[in-house]
């Protein structure tokens, strides 16, 4: 099959994002199923899914790579970008949540608002991701709409609007069998046919048993539409109505705002509710023109500058690259394309580096079975596979050569967790460096280095299941077997008090002279980058060159360690003044004067250990609670919330990771197999001083 996509206007960028077994992968499956992209639909139960294509996700039950795929709703282009549904791999929502456009949210009817949606949720707050949710499970036992409805307010501050309810939930003759959906704009009820997997759907008149409730809430989405235009109040106030294609222009501009959140509801796995989402991505979430143009730095030799870029055909070409698949072929980028058009066979310039890539082929990405775009092209707006960049990275800027843009980096945050790697044979040392620098390439949570002290390899990364996926991937795709070491925490120092330093180097080299001596306060300082620098000399203190010489020279010297050997965090260094010696002041020796000030800096201000802090939720039957609870106080776990969810106690708490190991295990065992948990790094704190002193024996 042969796919293009239509006009720009018509195409929805999405990404579906949920809690784990809130049931995305289900859901994406009967999308699949419907636009017709699949013949035969998977089964999240079998193993047989489209999405959860790579083998070690298929093993566990869990979405882990995002791969995007695309699909075609009645003349909408909707490409699904999936994100993982596991916390240990945060970092990749937020990253798709970067270049999408919009996001469908579902949530469980029985768990209700859960720790990883809020965690989703405010990340999409903060990209300004329009959103349209999904209310699944609705045929379980314990399934209730209101609740959950309810907790999306209340937990989130999310401004839902109802627009479909079930039918045959908690009110119905017989409790908990839902038989469809009554559709709040039409007003009608909706079933689909069990029999053609719901691929029929009729509409019919509302049974007279639920018109009641129906008017209810058809009036709550009356008086809230009411609200967003005077026309409309006017007219509504005289009519008492309003008609559906008001109702769906409102709906729409108020989603894209970001002041509404439409909600659906349905059973994924029923065949229920699946096409009214599909309408609704279709009708409410924007296309690429109606979200705010991107802006970047221009590289260009005559010094930087910032420039906007729009979503249209004749503006330079610019794509980000927010992710880098291992593949057969190469490696398979894929590629947000913010304005102009990208052709096959073409060169392009990555902003960050400056070095030119070839685009060999584009690929319109269908899960593990890849459609190739027939025009060799791709416009503006569109999301799209490509195979060809050689040096680029996750994160990194593709560009038209004549006019270099660079978007802004992605922030990946810290990693929290370290273990030492080695090959089971010594002959595969090179091996092992290859593969690991092509692993880090693509997930930038992730990265190696050979300690100097032991000569081992220390790979860090964002837990302990992510260095477990990691380790089998190496194995199975790269065929090499890697024995790792126990877990260990990623330490980190920080600074106790602003201080002043001042940093100097002199020295005779080969008969001539070197010098250079440079000024800058330290100060403990919270921020996204661990370490924050600003420039306060005088302007012409020292030559540009020497200047970002200097900031490079602090940043390495910073992330080298402090005094106990971690990397510094949380610490802002302001450069105050330098002495510059006309043929004396190197690079070489500017970098010695920071490292010289840097050093004697954190001696004089002293340095305190922080280790990373987890944000923790467990989720357990009551039963288990007890045994839960002591075994977290043992931890020293500090137990932040608890409370009911459906029948489910829900504890979640913060907890230091290096009190973590193994908790996995631990949890099965203390419930007999029945709690779950999510786990994602909080933040970083000081680490009481028993942890310290383990450190030095
Ligand atoms: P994900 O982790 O969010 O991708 O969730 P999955 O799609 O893998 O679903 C998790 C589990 O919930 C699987 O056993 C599904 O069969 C089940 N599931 C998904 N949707 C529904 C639903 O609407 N009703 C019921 N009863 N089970 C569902
Ligand atoms: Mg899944």
């Known amino acids: 099959m042969i796919m293009m996509s239509g006009p720009i206007e018509n195409i929805r960028n999405i990404g579906i994002v949920a809690h784990i077994d809130a049931g995305k992968t289900t859901t994406t499956e009967r999308i699949l199923f419907y ?18 294509f790579d083998p070690e996700e298929a093993k566990r039950g869990i979405t882990i790579y995002s791969a995007a795929i695309t699909c075609d709703w009645h003349g909408t282009t909707i490409n699904i970008i999936d994100t993982p549904g596991h916390v240990d791999f945060t970092a990749e929502v937020e990253r798709s949540l970067r270049v999408l456009d919009g996001a469908v949210v579902i949530f469980s009817a029985v768990e209700g608002v859960e720790a990883q949606s809020e965690t989703v949720w405010r990340q999409a707050d903060r990209y300004h991701v329009p959103r349209i949710c999904f209310i699944n499970k609705m045929d379980r036992v314990g399934a209730s709409f209101e609740r959950t409805f309810d907790a999306m307010s209340r937990r989130l501050g999310a401004h839902p609007i109802v627009l479909q309810i079930p039918m045959g939930v908690g009110s119905s003759p017989k409790p908990n069998v839902l038989n469809g959906l009554i559709d709040l704009v039409e007003m009608k009820a909706l079933y689909f046919d069990p029999e053609s997997k719901g691929a029929s759907v009729e509409s019919v008149e509302i049974p007279d048993e639920f018109r009641p409730q129906a008017q209810v809430w058809r009036k709550r989405l009356l008086d809230t539409i009411a609200l967003l235009d005077e026309d409309i109040f006017q007219l509504y106030a005289e009519t008492g109505d309003v008609s559906s294609v008001q109702i769906h222009k409102l709906v729409r501009e108020a989603t894209i705002q970001g002041q509404l959140h439409p909600t659906f509801c349905g059973a994924a796995k029923d065949y229920i509710g699946v096409q009214p989402l599909l309408d609704g991505i279709a009708r409410y979430l924007p296309s690429p023109l109606d979200r705010p143009p991107v802006d970047g730095t221009t590289t260009k030799k005559r010094g930087t500058g910032k420039e906007t870029r729009w979503p249209r055909s004749d503006e330079p070409f610019c794509g980000l690259i927010f992710k880098i698949q291992a593949d057969r072929h190469g490696d398979l980028c894929f ?36 459609e190739k775009i027939e025009a060799e092209q791709v416009s503006a707006g569109d999301i799209v596979g490509v195979i060809g960049p050689k040096e680029a990275v996750t994160g990194d800027t593709l560009c038209n050569v004549h006019h270099p843009l660079l978007l802004e980096m992605i922030s990946f945050p810290e990693t929290v967790i370290s273990m030492a790697a080695e090959p089971e044979s010594s002959a595969e040392r090179k091996k092992l460096a290859d593969t690991l620098s092509r692993l880090s390439r693509q997930d930038p949570t992730f990265n190696a280095k050979v300690s100097e002290e032991t000569g081992q390899t220390i790979i860090s990364g964002m837990g302990e299941l992510h260095l477990e996926v990691l380790r089998d991937r190496m194995e199975r795709e790269f065929g090499l077997k890697v024995r790792i070491h126990k877990p260990r925490v990623s330490y980190r120092e920080t600074i106790r008090e602003a201080i002043e330093s001042t940093g100097v180097f002199i020295r005779q080299v080969a008969g001539a002279t070197q010098f250079a001596k440079i000024k800058l306060r330290m100060e403990p300082f919270f921020s996204e980058e661990p370490i924050v620098i600003e420039n306060k000399m005088k302007p012409n203190a020292l030559p540009d060159e020497l200047v970002a010489v200097l900031k490079q020279a602090v940043s390495d010297e910073a992330r080298g360690g402090g005094l106990i050997g971690y990397p510094l965090m949380n610490v802002k260094t302001t450069l105050l003044d330098a002495e510059y010696r006309e043929g004396e002041t ?9 490292t010289d000030a840097i050093r004697k800096g954190i001696a004089q201000a002293g340095s305190a250990l922080l280790e990373p802090i987890m944000q923790l939720e467990v989720v357990t039957p009551d039963e288990f609670l007890g045994n839960v609870q002591a075994d977290l106080n043992a931890r020293r776990a500090v137990i932040t919330r608890s409370e009911l969810r459906g029948d489910l106690s829900v504890i979640e708490a913060e907890v230091a990771l290096s009190k973590m190991f193994g908790y996995a295990t631990q949890v099965r065992s203390l ?22 002193e383990a450190m030095m024996v």
């Open 35 to 52: 636009t017709g992209l699949l013949h035969r639909m998977g089964e999240v139960d079998d193993g047989t899914t489209t999405t959860d």
């Open 335 to 370: 590629i947000r394309v913010y304005s102009g058009i990208l052709k096959s066979g073409s060169r392009v310039v990555n902003a960050r580096t400056g070095k030119k890539e070839l685009i060999s082929q584009i690929w319109r990405v269908q899960a593990d079975a890849r």
């Open 586 to 594: 190197t690079e070489a020796a500017i970098q010695a004067a920071a």
């Open 671 to 692: 419930s007999q197999g029945r709690a779950s948990y999510t786990m994602e790094p909080l933040k970083y704190d000081e680490a009481p001083p028993e942890v310290l």
